[in-house]
Structures are given as structure tokens and as C-alpha cells.
């Protein structure tokens, strides 16, 4: 999760809170509020294998006193195609759908080259072969507290 197209905060920290095994989920939930230079007052992210070994992950972000645009991706060896109901991976037989429920989220695949980005390091990073990048924008409002869920499920 990242806001603004900008990097994290270097000085922050994600603490653990919690690891568990129950009812045939594994799950884990980490607090990583300090890498956000305080425009995000609180997030934490529980990511969960279910009992169908689908991936869940929720993200409960609380927004500061500005609204910010957020960026939800990922790093893939699959072909991703962004379709109107998520994106699709596909490698090989296999295929899976990644959903969000993030408000009015629009679904994209990124270049993996680095010299595809205008930022000052880009010129100095090596394009990542074999890689894809994809998953999600979405918008936030000041003040607004939510949970977003994103699915990674079997197709």
C-alpha cells in the first residue's frame, strides 16, 4: 500500500501484532501506521490464508486531515489482465482473479521497468524480466476510517 506515489518513510517501522492458526485459516496482522509521514493516521493489514487456501488481505486505514490517492500492488511472475470485475493472473493452467472492495477502485498493470517511471533512482534500477506489477488506485477522503478487502481466489 502506498499514497501519493511516494516512498515510505524510512524512520517507520511495521510492529506484529498478531499470528494465529484457527479453524483451518493462517493469519497475521501488522501495524505500519509510521511509514506514511502521518497523511494516514492508522493502518494495519491482516493477511489471512483461508480454510480454501484463497488469499485475504484487509487493510484498515484511517485517513489525516487531507484526502490521498493510494496505490495497492503487487509483484507477479502470472500474466495479470486488468478486466472490469479485477485483475486476472494466469500462468500456465492456472488462473486466479485478485477483487477489491476499495471505493471506486480501477484496476491497472504497471511496467516492471524501472526506466518506465519518472523518479530520480529509476535510471539506475535494472527492468525486472520475467515480472509483472499489478493491482489497484483508489481514493480516500479527510477523516475517512474504512476496510478494504482484497481477494486473491482460484478461477
Request: cysteine-free; hydrophobic content about 35%; charged content about 25%.
Amino acid at each position: 500500500l502506498t499514497i501519493e506515489n511516494t516512498l515510505f518513510d524510512v524512520e517507520g517501522h511495521a510492529e506484529i501484532l498478531s499470528a494465529e492458526e484457527k479453524d483451518g485459516r493462517l493469519s497475521a496482522t501488522v501495524e505500519t501506521t509510521s511509514l506514511y509521514f502521518g497523511k494516514l493516521t492508522k493502518v494495519t493489514r491482516t493477511a489471512t490464508i483461508t480454510e480454501n487456501d484463497d488469499l485475504e488481505i484487509v487493510d484498515h486505514v484511517e485517513v489525516g486531515d487531507d484526502d490521498v490517492d493510494l496505490r495497492w500492488s503487487f509483484v507477479t511472475t502470472a500474466n495479470p489482465v486488468s478486466e472490469p470485475e479485477g485483475i486476472i493472473l494466469r500462468k500456465g493452467e492456472k488462473s486466479m482473479v485478485l477483487q477489491t472492495t476499495a471505493p471506486n477502485a480501477e484496476y491497472v498493470v504497471w511496467p516492471s521497468d524501472p526506466t518506465a517511471y519518472n523518479t530520480p533512482i529509476s535510471k539506475y534500477e535494472q527492468p525486472i524480466k520475467g515480472f509483472s506489477i499489478a493491482g489497484y488506485t483508489f481514493s480516500l477522503k479527510a477523516g475517512e476510517k474504512v476496510d478494504i478487502v482484497t481477494t486473491l481466489k482460484r478461477k
